[in-house]
Structure formats: C-alpha cells, structure tokens
C-alpha cells in the first residue's frame, strides 16, 4: 500500500495501525513499513528526464494540418529505416504487389486528448491483381525437381479450368530462397474466371505430398518476364 502518508510523517506508531487495521481481514504474518530513500526518488526523478529528453529529440506530427496528407515516410527516419528493411520504397504502394496505401496514416486530433486516425492515399497506378488473368502457383516442386515433363503436366491439368494462353515455369535461383517459393509456376487464362477456377481447385491443394500455394500475379510483369 502506497500514499497512507507522505514523505517524514512515518511515526512509531504507523506500523502498529496498519497490523490492527488489516487484522479485520484475517491473520496477518508481517507487517514492514518502508521508507524510499531521497536518492532513490532521486534516481527515477532522472530516469523521467532522461525519457523526456529522448522524447524532444523524435521528429513531431504536424498535427494542425489536418488535411495535409502529402508527408511521405521518409520525414521519419527511424520509420523510413524500418520500413526500408521491409522493402518499402517512398511512393510506392505496400504490401506484395504494391496495391496498397502510398502515404503513412495521420491523426486528426478531435479534442486535447483524443483523436481519429485518417487512412493514405491508395496507390490507383498499379493494376489490380485480385482481376488478373495470370495465376502463380509455388510448393509444386522443390528446387532441383523441375523435369521436362512439368510443363506438359500443368498445362494438363490447368485446361480443366479454361484456355490456357501460356504457361511458364521458372525457377529461382537467389540464394536463401525458401524452399517452398524456389519454383514458380506461371499460368496465364483467356480471363480472369478460367484463372479464378484455377485459384480456387489448386490453392491448398496437395501435389505429390506437397501443398500448393496459389496467387493471382500482375499481367504486365507476366508479359515483361518480371517473376521474381
């Protein structure tokens, strides 16, 4: 228990108080009243400082542009560091395909202690993946599986979906791969429901004790040859 009393009011008598006191709620074993040394006090009033100081040193949110949403990442450099390890580039949008917000959310404050967070802008350049005709499916095979009948035996099975346009397999060759994405296999549909069909029999399904992981992939990067 804390704030009983205050700093010097400890007297001899504090201690025989609060065993009868706390005697109403069962037997009580020990009873020790502790005073915090001034240099303790001391030593965490620094510690604050410390914080306070490290605090003023962090870049600030404008926040009394509310409707400014033109500040990018990198007006942050321990964000623009942390997200640049996780392959973000400034303008360009997140996630895997790129697809998603190109600015960082901002709070709009409401009161002195609350406030509503506004979502980034969209990133409206880059195509829609969820509408491609293109299919990438990994976990097929492992590295060094590839044979020359692999191909052939895609194409196969992926007719049962609709007109297969092309299909590709490639394999990737950067080192610390994982195993499950070193193969890549690209299938390209005469729209996007033959490719939906594909999605939705292939992902998760097993090949040969092997889980297939399906995805939709960007048309334009299928047609540059841009696989990896």
């Known amino acids: 228990m804390k704030n009983i009393v205050g700093p010097g009011e400890v007297d001899d008598l504090l201690q025989e108080e609060i065993e009868i006191e706390c005697k109403k709620f069962g037997r009580v074993l020990k009873c020790i009243v502790y005073k915090e040394r001034e ?18 040193k962090e870049p600030k949110a404008d926040n009394n542009n509310n409707n400014n949403n033109s500040g990018g990442v990198a007006s942050n450099l321990r964000v623009a560091k942390m997200m640049a390890k996780m392959g973000y ?5 997140l996630g895997k395909d790129e697809e998603g917000i190109t600015t960082p959310l901002l709070v709009k404050k409401t009161d002195g202690r609350s406030g509503v967070i506004l979502a980034g802008e969209l990133n409206t350049n880059k195509p829609k993946t969820s509408e491609s005709c293109v299919l990438q499916m990994t976990n097929i095979v492992g590295p060094g599986e590839v044979d020359d009948l692999l191909q052939e035996e895609i194409e196969i ?6 007109r297969v346009l092309k299909c590709i397999v ?3 060759k950067r080192p610390g791969t994982p195993d499950n994405e ?14 939906k069909k594909g999605f939705d029999v292939m992902n ?3 090949f040969g004790g092997r889980k297939v992981m399906a995805n939709y992939f960007d048309e334009s990067r299928f047609e540059s040859n841009s696989f990896q």
């Open 39 to 56: 240099r303790d006090r001391e030593r965490d009033k620094n510690k604050d400082r410390e914080r306070d100081k490290e605090r003023a």
């Open 89 to 93: 580039k400034e303008g360009h949008g």
């Open 157 to 162: 099975e992926c007719k049962k979906f609709g």
């Open 170 to 172: 490639y394999e990737e």
């Open 182 to 195: 070193a193969v890549k296999i690209f299938v390209k549909f005469s729209n996007h429901n033959e490719a």
């Open 204 to 206: 998760g399904r097993f």
